[in-house]
């Protein structure tokens, strides 16, 4: 695809030539995000950052990213703070905020919102999670993360094994990472989900007529063995009819330390798009994993910079110019990227 | 006026001569607006944009305006968010906001409260828009944008048939454009509002007295004949005692492509201070006017932007060292301004 | 203590040394903070503002901080907008919002959170209040307030006497001044409060330990007499179990200028931390003060930008190249600092 003042909205919009460029980018942008450079190419352009449902970490992510690049962020982080309270639809919402800004990042609760508003923009518009549809920036980071943790054991994506852990009907990132990865060759996957929350049929299908494997667990214990990537996911509470409907399925699938050690492999790598649910009653990904070296979690939104990073400077047509208006740093700055 | 470090409260303080001039500074602002270039002049200078209301459009186009003249932003987007929930009097935080920052947008439910605020502050305060009282950038936006649609018809403002339409009692944006068009010479003012929401006597009194003509209306169709510009509004619901008295209103008047074709003339401009109601019990503005070539709506939101930087240019003494800062743009740009 | 790369997370930190090259450094932002120069020192560097409890002069103080020294601010204001309510740890929130910026400043609600979210975090972390617990930069403002306003008469702090007015149970910003006094020599300590506000006695334990004197007061009248500062301070509301227990104490200590004339000294210097409640049942601190040249309550919220220049100068190691990145003025800018 034309990067080039696109919208970014689906996984789909992409094939394996494109995310391999992608990743090209993310990985130029290490020296800046963890400050071994500053640069100044954005320097001026302006990113509104338009949160119409609570989020911390994909909002700071997407701003940082920008600041990162030398821009500034203009942003809203919450549906009532906003004139769409007063009855406005998303096109004159989109005609509008698109007048103040270079590129808009927009997460909204309803599926297809965000295509909707890039459609009356007239800037480029990045999808930044709209309902349980979609969010292409986390699941490109999280595929960032598997190539980073095979590549560091010398292997590839193709061939992967991975089981996918938990609410996989609500959980947009496994969505979008199902459809990813099927772009690479020969992949295994293994779909453990209570029977309630498992994927659709649409979407085995078509990784399976793509040529992949798909199997379908109930049970934590049995869909976790001979795996590269587990990788979790909390439940989608806020997706979901009723509070009652989300708690009875909390707490179901729980991978801790030694259930780890019983089932996966001894180099399995453990994923989930975070937040993870550490209250008791959920704890989905259990604390006594943090030691574990395979714990890759940190790895992925440090990762979620980076490509948060690349999709705005190959939007914006400066991915070749980074480095020239790069300078040193001069502050304190930690060491951060492990 | 003296616009150097005034605050800019009210549409009051205008003459005829400072408007020409706060238009002669918006339409050097274009090529920065629409990014042909970007300037730095306000490098290290900082707003407070405080929104005790809720907002997205007026709080993001300020903040953008701001951005674009090279300054940074810092935001409050809520009153609960806010000292004022602790018993704070409005001179004690503009005391304390006006030793953070070097100029203050600030938007208040109560009308008044911008001024009391300004009264205390140590450095200049844009009102925002005070309750039902004054919206002074965007009654500039919107008499800028009337001047700019006359203009491409070889008119000017003087002699104006204007056909001003909605809730005209609770309309901000309707009290302040009337007041600005009102320094010009024989405005035919068409006023159309349901009886219990008609302007008041004493602005219609004002106008009068001015020389101008005023004409009521409570229906839509006879109100909006023989007229340059139409202006309409949304019932401003949040300014009603109670829920049930503005639904009362909602759906009165709506326009739409028929009535403007049996009604209008053909080359009528349409205008709106956005947002408007788009909910099948509003509608006072029909989305079937999308493709009418004299919707000005979005015109209006874009000179918003250059109105906005152009008080801020005036009021902190850059407009003439504008162009001294200016830089090319490096990145991909959309053409946005049509 | 090592600033450089530090959490600022107690004012135990400190020594009577450390205090004194804060100071230093927060003298020489006087210039920046003014607006008789700028500084672009930390040009590219992002601070991370997570404010998960309301507040709006704190928050906006050290925003506009960073932008004064030429950072840039991503901002968090209110709990709900987070994925704290998904369930996250204080763990998770710190290990992934450190990789996104430079320096992070926390408000939390609940005492010790800070301190555990540093913990985890790979950046340095400035506690910026955490429920009833510490509030290290509003402690030092205030002592350099005090510092300040006694040089002013050619004295210092040592031998210092202080009425401290209000709830001193539950005021975190009473706690750690008096901890930090603590460090000069022979103060004079007179706490008012009602009965069941009072400080711990573990606090007036380790004061008297520490050489100094204190005097524990019922009633106002008695206990302002004969000090050089009388801090008065709201009623922690959102402290107390239940509003009607919090009401039962508002407005029993009032200060106002008669009082102030009849029992205070001719130079007694007023403070107290904002914001102070003005609504009639409270007023903690009367409005009838304004005009009283010894109110020095303003004088510390401005002091309160140069202490958190000054913090984030040193943690990030930028203090001695503050004046390498300068650059003249070229706005009008208001005479803020009285």
Not at 244 to 253: P, S, T, V
């Amino acid at each position: 695809m034309d990067f080039i003042g696109s919208h970014i909205l689906s996984v789909d919009q992409f094939d394996r030539a494109d995310i391999e460029r992608i990743f090209g980018v993310a990985d130029a942008m290490g020296p800046y995000a963890n400050r071994s450079r500053i640069t100044q190419v954005l320097d001026g352009a302006i990113l509104s950052n338009m949160f119409f449902e609570p989020s911390t970490r994909t909002r700071v992510s997407f701003g940082c990213a920008f600041n990162l690049l030398g821009g500034e962020v203009r942003e809203t982080s919450e549906v009532k703070a906003s004139s769409l309270s007063k009855g406005e639809s998303l096109y004159d919402t989109a005609r509008v905020l698109s007048g103040y800004s270079d590129i808009i990042v927009m997460r909204h609760p309803q599926s297809g919102a965000v295509a909707e508003f890039a459609e009356a923009s007239r800037v480029p518009v990045i999808n930044g999670g709209d309902g349980s549809n979609e969010h292409p920036s986390q699941a490109l980071l999280d595929l960032y993360t598997i190539l980073k943790e095979m590549m560091s054991r010398g292997e590839s994506i193709d061939g992967l094994r991975i089981a996918l852990v938990g609410d996989l009907k609500y959980g947009r990132a496994v969505h979008s990472l199902c459809k990813l990865l099927s772009l690479f060759d020969d992949i295994h996957y293994q779909l453990v989900s209570p029977p309630e929350l498992a994927i659709s049929d649409e979407i085995v299908g078509s990784l399976r007529s793509a040529g992949h494997t798909v199997d379908e667990y109930f049970e934590l214990e049995k869909g976790i063995h001979q795996v590269d990537i587990v990788y979790v996911t909390r439940t989608q509470e806020e997706r979901f009819p009723t509070q009652e409907e989300a708690d009875r399925y909390k707490g179901l699938f729980r991978l801790n330390q030694s259930i780890y050690t019983k089932y996966c492999e001894p180099n399995t790598v453990i994923m989930h798009p975070l937040p993870r649910d550490s209250r008791s009653q959920a704890q989905e990904l259990d604390d006594d994993l943090l030691q574990n070296p395979n714990l890759a979690v940190f790895r992925q939104t440090d990762n979620g910079v980076l490509i948060r990073m690349a999709l705005f400077a190959m939007v914006l047509n400066v991915a070749d110019q980074v480095h020239n208006h790069a300078k040193p740093v001069t502050w304190y700055t930690a060491k951060r990227f492990n």
